[in-house]
């Protein structure tokens, strides 16, 4: 038969997915399972956004639709953005998507050719990597250890921008990690940006609406408005709203990108389907009770979290300020046993693994993000499901020899 396209030998199932799915079976075969692997939020939103989405149905017009995105929905997120102080920007700066996935695809599509640099720090989002990998593009990953807390440091990005990639790609606050930029921080990186006008920048900030502690979101055109001519912003509804599979991702950033991404559309995609537009725009314009309260109980998860991972010897967890990750270095656990199954632990794969099979727990393997002395653990399960599962983690530790 004949020969798939070369490049989908380079393309790859999501490894969270694979997790997700393995603990799925495992459930349906009667095991008593608790996942922290899938980063899905766990919460529904408001029922303003469902009466938007019945109304919408109720006087479906059956017809395509824009492929930037409608006036009204481009015009809530101009709303939305400046609420996070990103103003300034009109409907020809943005556009749409099926997901911020389908937009960061788009947008590299739109920005790299084959062999271009295409830079981001490790930890990384598992989608980076593939998505750099399908397109051909020369990926530069920027390792930012847990002992400096999983962050880029200025010195650090500039030898990565000396190289001159075509695009750098930057999270804040960071899925795997939960890390958040401080304005101090994201200041002097955006001086490193700065002095290198070749280089595109994504930001991936589709967690901003879940910073923690007081610390606040920041963006480098907050401190740096003169790099709004190469910065894109990226966002999604996903997160924030509890609306992951309603799928409606946006980006904001020059007029040129903006029109780019719309063409890609006409031709993948054509348009968010109307009834997704209309939970979108109820979702961005309506009451924002439903974002904040979760934001409040994220970070009280978060705690939780790391009271129990400060009990296990050996494990170190930088502090997450975001998103609802925590990301523990689990290279204690490399060379030993689990005493009661016998199992070795040779490798972050073995330790979830483990974890799994001995106590029903799932999480993603760190090697997944890049960073393979790590896991990630997403503490969106349900609320009843947290302290057990937690539980669960800390009691396998112990259980090493």
């Keep these: ?7 989908m030998g380079r393309a790859k199932q999501s490894a969270i ?25 766990n919460f529904l939103p408001g029922e303003h956004v469902y009466a938007a989405a019945r109304e919408a149905l109720a006087s479906d017009s059956g017809q395509y639709g824009s492929n930037r995105g409608t006036d009204a929905l481009l015009d809530a997120f101009l709303a939305h953005l400046a609420r996070a102080g990103l103003e300034g920007y009109t409907r020809a700066n943005c556009a749409t998507g099926i997901g911020a996935k389908h937009v960061l695809f788009n947008l590299c599509e739109a920005l790299l050719e084959e062999g271009d640099g295409f830079a981001f720090a490790t930890p990384y989002w598992t989608t980076y990597a593939d998505i750099g990998a399908l397109l051909g593009a020369d990926v530069r990953l920027l390792p930012c250890p847990p002992g400096q807390d999983y962050k880029l440091v200025p010195a650090q990005l500039e030898a990565a921008l000396a190289a001159r990639p075509k695009v750098f790609l930057f999270n804040n606050p960071s899925n795997p990690t939960g890390m958040v930029y401080s304005r101090e921080e994201i200041a002097a990186l955006a001086d490193v940006v700065a002095h290198h006008p070749d280089t595109w920048v994504i930001t991936d900030d589709i ?15 907050h401190v740096r408005p003169e790099l709004r001519d190469r910065v894109i912003f990226v966002d999604s509804l996903s997160k924030t709203y509890g609306m992951p ?42 009451p924002q009770d439903v ?9 009280q998860r978060r705690d939780l979290v790391l009271e129990t991972l400060s009990h296990i010897p050996g494990l170190v967890c930088p ?82 020899s």
Aim: with cysteine; charged share 20%; glycine share 8%.
């Design 1 to 7: 038969m004949p020969r798939l396209a070369r490049r």
């Design 17 to 41: 997915m694979l997790v997700a799915e393995r603990a799925r079976q495992l459930k349906a075969q009667g095991r008593d399972i608790i996942s922290f692997s899938i980063g899905v939020p």
């Design 207 to 221: 967690y901003h609406r879940m910073v923690f502690d007081g610390l606040g979101y920041h963006n480098f055109l």
């Design 245 to 286: 599979g309603w799928r409606v991702g946006f980006m904001a950033g020059p007029e040129p990108v903006a029109a780019a991404l719309t063409a890609l559309n006409s031709t993948h995609v054509t348009n968010v389907p109307e009834v997704a537009v209309a939970a979108a725009i109820a979702a961005l314009s309506g």
């Design 291 to 299: 974002p904040a309260q979760k934001c409040a109980e994220f970070q």
């Design 319 to 400: 502090r997450p300020q975001g998103a609802f990750y925590a990301f523990p270095d689990v290279s204690v656990a490399f060379g030993r046993t689990h005493a009661p199954t016998g199992l070795r632990i040779d490798n972050d794969v073995d330790l979830c693994n483990a974890l799994l099979d001995a106590k029903g727990l799932a999480c993603v393997p760190g090697s997944a993000f890049g960073e393979p002395r790590a896991l990630r653990i997403s503490y969106t399960c349900p609320a009843p499901q947290l302290a057990p599962g937690l539980q669960r983690f800390r009691e396998f530790f112990a259980e090493l």
